[in-house]
């Protein structure tokens, strides 16, 4: 059982700290509270204190204090998760906000990032060398949470997960060793924070490839009314058995302010010209929407696109959902009336939404389950429920919603035809996992063991404990 931090210990690692160190209390009003908001407002916990570090031997020295005196830990990266996985209640946060400098190198093609940088710092830096890198979809998330957990954006058909383009990181493990990890240094520690992250320290400083982006890109909503939900999945299936990997689409369920039903939203990506771009998805434009925001604009533009469904505030929560490679028309119909009745029979739910990753996997599943800790490789697509709500007595029904819908797509692709019966995938993906959706016992698949037992190696204590927790094993008992 770890400790919140008392009055006496925050004295005590005061004097430690170095004085480009800031360390909060919630004595110290305004500037407490906008350290320990978060994304979600029900992720927010009271800290017993807030660090705020600008160097890697800071993180250290902290890291160390936490693991002496047995302290309940949080580091915060962008403040994302809605789980409350980077807040503690009466312990200690490592708020990495401080640590958002990113460098890159046009000749290496190799993005240098802190750990507290969000994705923003790393799409704008990077297309001022002309380079791009696979990201996050919402540009406030942090690389650090999303990177940990595998990381999937609108690259990734063309050049796979976040972690398959992470060359090399620093990690403050749970001793408070600043440890370089990459192929040749440290090996066992980067397999597992290529996925299992959260698990393993504070990562510090991540180092990922980019690549050559000359051209602008086009993106944008595409949106229908729910009677063409079924030509628009058949001829997504369609589509998909001759991808191109430059394009992508999310498929999103949506009751935007004003709109009597909720309607049907296909967010495209095209790495390539408009006339490209309106030839490789004319199966939708042929389905005759009613709106079309989709247009050219800078890379970095893109994940810009989403922000104004993902704002700061409110009660949230988000459901990792898993739908089958060939989407079912049918269930894809049953998903968007169960969406359609809830939002109406609870608006205070209607800013929730239901969305489904349709992207080139061929990239993804090229890279073998055991060459890292993510695990999630399957021939199938994720998808996310993302709830939004104001009334927190609605926090357990809400999520429970969200949990229904979870397991239901669960058992649709267990179900299925395409369904091998292979466990060393994971279903659902780690990121959009939260505490709680107790979908399975095994979240990294067939790497779990070996990763329990890095976890006895680097962590035995358990203190970096809040994302998908790992029970450590001795290697001799297994
Ligand atoms: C609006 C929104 C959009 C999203 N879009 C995508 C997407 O396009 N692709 C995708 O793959 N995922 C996406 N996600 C999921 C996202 O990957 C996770 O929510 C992720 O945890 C967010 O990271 P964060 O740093 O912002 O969160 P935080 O809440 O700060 O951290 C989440 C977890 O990561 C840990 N952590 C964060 N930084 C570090 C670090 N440097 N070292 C060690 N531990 C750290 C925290 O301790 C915590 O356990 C999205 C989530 C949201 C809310």
Redesign the pocket.
Known sequence: MRQPITAQQIKELAVQLDPSTRLLTAADGDEYERLIA??ADN?VKRAGAVSVPVSYEEVSKLVKFASDNKLDL?????????GG??STEGGLTID?SGMRAVKVDKDSKLIVAQ??ALWEDVDNAAIEKGLATVG???NH??????T??????WLSGLYGT?VDNLVAAKVVVADGRILSVSENENADLFWAIRGA??NF????EFTLRGYDQPNEIYAGGVVFTPDKLVPLVEGFNTRMKNSDPKGAGILIFAKPPGMPVAVVVVNVFYNGDEAAAREYFKFLFDLQPVAITAKMMPYNHLNTL?NPM?THGRR?A?KAVTVTDHIDVAFVQELYNDYAQQVEKNPDMSASFLGIEIHDTTKMQSVPLEAMAFSNRGSYRPGIV?LEWTDPLMDEENRAWGRMIQAKCRQAVIDSKEFSGDTKTSLE?A??VEPGDLITDKPFGGNQQRLAILKHKYDPDVM?N??SPITPLRAEAN
Request: proline share 0%.
């Open positions: 978060r994304w992720a949080a580091v915060r990266g962008g403040g994302h998760s809605t996985t980077s990495l750990g507290g996050g979809t919402v998330t942090g690389i650090g949470g999303l940990l957990g595998g990381g999937m954006g976040v992250g959260h320290g504070v990562a510090v989403l993902a949230k988000l993302g993906y990121n959009y970096f809040k994302t």
